[in-house]
């Protein structure tokens, strides 16, 4: 069985750009998380969905962020315009109903 | 509110027994886990207790709760440099949709 897949592995965009990250979450999971860890910090909570409604997106930094979840298989997650402080590496994660969560590799980001 | 603290960094020899404390503010917290990071992998699940459990013992892993100072801790036997990794501890609340608040995680160096 596949695990949670992130693209891409590793992007370096200059700040004022736009970057798509896409996690395809393990088949079959209705749940959907997006997380983030920043310059070695802890790793921070962005957005839940189950299928293809956001269930909390409390973690959601700001406007700039904006995550989707069509037809609730992949998701991706857009940064507009990217800002310095984005930089980090976002997690992506899948869950059927049960208490373990399944993370992808990550996607390393760096807004230069 | 939310917050989980770890120490940094640990270094500790083969075969010598690693512990990686944790402690978390939150007392209605559900489940306590323990996360693995592998450099360039993503989080891999090690194990988990439920909040109302004081140990859970898995082949080399041993979780303590002590919830009454909300402290967690994970003790790895005889550690090999196969260990050598982050480890987060996260927590989940009933009813947050298993949302995890992550620690900062421990760098843990396994030395010859």
């Known amino acids: 069985e596949a695990g949670v897949t992130q693209f891409p592995s590793h992007s370096v965009i200059e700040k004022g750009q736009t970057v798509t990250l896409r996690c395809d979450p393990i088949s079959g999971h209705d749940n959907l998380y997006w997380y983030r860890r920043v310059m070695g910090k802890e790793i921070k909570f962005l957005l839940h969905?189950?299928?293809?409604?956001?269930?909390?997106e409390s973690g959601m930094p700001n406007n700039r962020f904006l995550a989707e979840r069509t037809g609730g298989t992949y998701s991706t997650l857009k940064v507009q315009p990217a800002e310095l402080e984005d930089s980090g590496v976002y997690f992506c994660?899948?869950?059927?109903?049960?208490?373990?969560?399944?993370f992808g590799q990550g996607t390393r980001l760096t807004v230069v | 509110g939310e917050d989980v603290e770890q120490s940094l960094f640990l270094s500790v020899r083969e075969g010598d027994s690693s512990v990686i404390n944790c402690t978390y503010t939150?007392?209605?917290?559900?489940?306590l886990y323990w996360y693995k990071q592998e450099p360039g992998a993503g989080l891999q699940l090690l194990t988990y207790?439920?909040?109302?459990?004081d140990m859970k013992q898995d082949q080399r892993l041993t979780v303590l709760l002590n919830k009454k100072d909300k402290h967690l801790s994970l003790r790895i036997a005889d550690t090999q440099t196969g260990d050598s990794a982050i480890y987060f501890c996260?927590?989940?609340?009933?009813?947050?949709?298993?949302?995890?608040?992550f620690g900062t995680g421990t760098q843990l160096k396994v030395e010859l």
């Open positions: 207790i439920f909040s109302n459990m």
């Open positions: 996260a927590e989940s609340f009933t009813g947050g949709g298993n949302k995890l608040t």
């Open positions: 994660a899948s869950s059927q109903v049960s208490i373990e969560a399944f």
């Open positions: 969905f189950v299928k293809e409604s956001k269930q909390d």
């Open positions: 939150d007392s209605s917290s559900t489940y």
